[in-house]
């Protein structure tokens, strides 16, 4: 069983900045897991933002490519999402996903992974 806590969200102001982390813990006997960011927005399915795999594999919603970056820190079973350049449509709640792998690339399908986080909250104001 993985547990994951997000932590970090909070209110920005349109073109700032905010740091998204993700502490997994449990039954993690190695780093050979797909972590992954996704966001539900206000009246919105939940979306995959960014995948993450050996810190080597990442993958970007189209709207988000270029402004957040996805990493880990696997010594302390870390996930990082830094968003920059924050707007209005970034405004959800974020939640963080994991599922044991041996492939490459991670999957997008909220559906592939099986363990979630309770999410944290992101407010872009105006």
């Known amino acids: 069983q993985v547990h994951l806590v997000e932590s970090g969200g909070g209110s920005v102001q349109a073109g700032g900045s905010l740091r998204l982390s993700c502490a997994a813990s449990?039954?993690?006997?190695?780093?050979?897991?797909?972590m992954a960011w996704f966001r539900q927005g206000p009246g919105k399915e939940r979306e995959v933002v960014a995948t993450?795999?050996?810190?080597?594999?990442?993958r970007y919603t189209e709207s988000v490519q270029g402004r957040f970056t996805i990493s880990q820190d696997n010594a302390k079973n870390w996930v990082y999402l830094q968003m920059n350049s924050v707007n209005a449509d970034d405004t959800a709640m974020y939640y963080c996903?994991?599922?044991?792998?041996?492939?490459?690339?991670?999957?997008?399908?909220?559906?592939?992974?099986?363990?979630w986080g309770q999410g944290t909250q992101v407010t872009v104001s105006s």
């Open positions: 993450i795999y050996m810190n080597t594999y990442t």
């Open positions: 996903a994991a599922r044991r792998w041996s492939g490459t690339n991670c999957a997008t399908e909220l559906t592939w992974y099986p363990y």
């Open positions: 449990g039954t993690l006997t190695d780093n050979r897991y797909c």
